[in-house]
C-alpha cells in the first residue's frame, strides 16, 4: 500500500494542533503523518544535538514552542512577546539571554520590534547562534483582497 503524509511550511500550529484540525474536518490523520515546518524546524535542532542547556528564541507562533518542547529544547519568545515594545530615546536598550543558541523564526501575526531586536541580539551577540527560518516564502495569502508582505 502506498502511505499518505501531509506537508506544510505553515508554522502556526503543531502535529498536534493539525491532527485536530483534520479531526474536525472528518479525516483520521496520526501525528507521525503530518508534517508542518515547526516540526521539522524542532527535529532539524534535535538532529544536531541543540544543547540542553540552550534556549531557543521564538519569532512565531504556538506551534514551534509546542515542537520544541516535544523535543526537550527550551523555547523562550513566541505569543507571549506580542505585547512587548521598545522606546526610541536615548539610552535605552533591551538585555537578551546569553543562554539562547538558536532563533527560529515563522509566521508572527503579531511581530514587532522587540521582537526583531531581542532575535538579533541573540544572533549577533550569542557565540555560534543559529538562525532557521520555518519557510522562505516573500509575501503571504491571509485574506482573499490581497497578498500580505
Known amino acids: 500500500g ?3 503524509v501531509f506537508m506544510t511550511n505553515n508554522s502556526t500550529k503543531s ?3 493539525y491532527r485536530k484540525k483534520f479531526e474536525a474536518l472528518g479525516l483520521t490523520v496520526e501525528e507521525e503523518e503530518i508534517f508542518p515546518s ?3 524546524a524542532a527535529a532539524y535542532l534535535k538532529s544536531i544535538d ?3 542547556e540552550k534556549k531557543v528564541y521564538v519569532i512565531g507562533g504556538e506551534g514551534i514552542l509546542q ?3 516535544l523535543c526537550g529544547i527550551k523555547g523562550i519568545g513566541g505569543p507571549e512577546d506580542g505585547d512587548k515594545s521598545i522606546q526610541f530615546r536615548p539610552g535605552f536598550s533591551i538585555e537578551h539571554d546569553k543562554d539562547v543558541g538558536a532563533v527560529v523564526v515563522g509566521f508572527d501575526q ?3 520590534y522587540y521582537k526583531i531586536q531581542y532575535g ?3 544572533i549577533r551577540e550569542n557565540p555560534g547562534c543559529l538562525f532557521i527560518a520555518t519557510n522562505c516564502d516573500a509575501v503571504g495569502h491571509f485574506t482573499d483582497a490581497q497578498e500580505w508582505a
Open 2 to 4: 502506498k502511505s499518505l
Open 15 to 17: 502535529r498536534k494542533q
Open 120 to 122: 538579533t541580539l541573540c
Open 67 to 69: 515542537e520544541l518542547e
Open 110 to 112: 503579531f511581530i514587532n
Open 50 to 52: 541543540f544543547p540542553q
Open 38 to 40: 515547526s516540526f521539522a
